[in-house]
């Protein structure tokens, strides 16, 4: 089986954030949304994968994904963003007659997608979609069920069949694509992929639903990249590697070689990246902090900063903060008491 995972969008729905770089590359937990996909696909088995790419997003993807031990990469041309369906089908000829695993980058799942491989390998239907129980379907594909097996899959319904909605991981027989070169354009302008599946069933295909166990994420806007952080961190195994000098650290915490920690407090868990700077100031619990950055005079927590950033003589706590690379913010008495920012790249915030 080889997989599929589309990043050929830039992610609107990620502003500010994506203004300077695709929604697939930024980070969350210490590594790239789209590292963390690829991670998931090489536990379930599968280690050729093929990423779909637009003009703009190739070369920030490209970076993010270059030299992943274990795994094969492809880059898959999509020169129009014409929806799902058609991201999809971009990946024919380069999965010809293997089975294919589509994978939404931009989720994450708990238990990883071994669960949904296993039930194709073992089963051999046509399909086996991903669903997870939501509180109102109305949002989402939803499928109708008879047991395991799926007869229809309505798109944000008025009357939901179910509360199953379509996650974002489906597993294909390579007749998939004769349904998606049939598709036509939907009302939204897209080739859907809900439709495609619904042809393979209308055709006498046999599509298997398979629920998500375990918490799952779709990280489609910016406080989704805190929650997702946090799931990740909950899990995080401390290894302090760095150098520790007059600080305390409590609860898992994983410090860089590199990194430097000097008359601080961090309680995890948290995450320090290579040649982290940290130096009087407060590092809470659920917090990532990117390679190259600098923290000086400053208390943050709950909050993903990125690569070679500069948080200094902030007296306000800062708080669910996304901060972009490069970015700078200093200065700032203590009012309010806790300050939540979002900032894109190369961002310069002085707080007076």
């Known amino acids: 089986m080889k997989a599929i995972i589309p990043a050929a969008g830039f992610g609107t729905r990620m502003r500010p954030l994506t203004f300077t770089r695709p929604k697939p590359v930024l980070n969350v937990a210490g590594k790239p949304i789209i590292v963390h996909a690829i991670e998931t696909l090489k536990a379930a088995g599968i280690c050729e994968i093929g990423i ?24 898959l041309e999509q020169h129009e963003m014409l929806g799902l369906g058609h991201a999809v089908l971009m990946g024919r000829e380069w999965v010809g007659d293997d089975d294919v695993c589509v994978y939404l980058g931009d989720n994450l799942f708990q238990e990883g997608v071994s669960a949904y ?19 109102n379907p109305r949002a989402f594909g939803v499928a109708e069920l008879d047991g395991q097996r799926i007869l229809r899959l309505v798109e944000k319904p008025v009357n939901p069949p179910s509360n199953f909605a379509v996650a974002g991981i489906y597993c294909f027989s390579s007749r998939i694509f004769d349904q998606l070169a049939a598709l036509k354009i939907s009302p939204r302008g897209e080739y859907e992929i809900t439709d495609a599946i619904q042809g393979l069933i209308d055709a006498g295909g046999t599509v298997l639903g398979q629920p998500v166990h375990g918490w799952w994420k779709d990280t489609g806007q910016p406080r989704d990249l805190i929650e997702a952080n946090h799931l990740l961190l909950e899990r995080l195994v401390g290894n302090v590697l760095g150098s520790v000098e007059d600080s305390r650290l409590s609860g898992p915490v994983s410090l860089a070689t590199t990194a430097v920690v000097r008359n601080s407090k961090i309680v995890g868990p948290a995450m320090i990246g290579e040649g982290v700077i940290i130096e009087n100031a407060y590092i809470g619990p659920f917090t990532s902090i990117g390679a190259g950055s600098v923290i000086r005079n400053a208390e943050v927590e709950h909050s993903v900063i990125e690569q070679q950033c500069v948080i200094e003589d902030v007296e306000t706590r800062l708080q669910d903060c996304l901060i972009g690379l490069r970015a700078v913010v200093r200065g700032g008495r203590r009012i309010p008491k806790t300050l939540k920012l979002t900032l894109s790249d190369a961002s310069i915030v002085e707080l007076t």
Request: aromatic fraction near 4%; glycine fraction near 4%.
């Open 117 to 135: 491989v296993e039930l194709f390998t073992r089963e051999r239907p046509d399909a086996v979609i991903g669903l997870v129980e939501v509180e």
């Open 52 to 75: 779909v790419v637009s003009e703009m997003t190739r070369p920030a993807v490209q970076q993010a994904t270059e030299d992943l031990p274990g795994v094969t990469i492809s880059f």
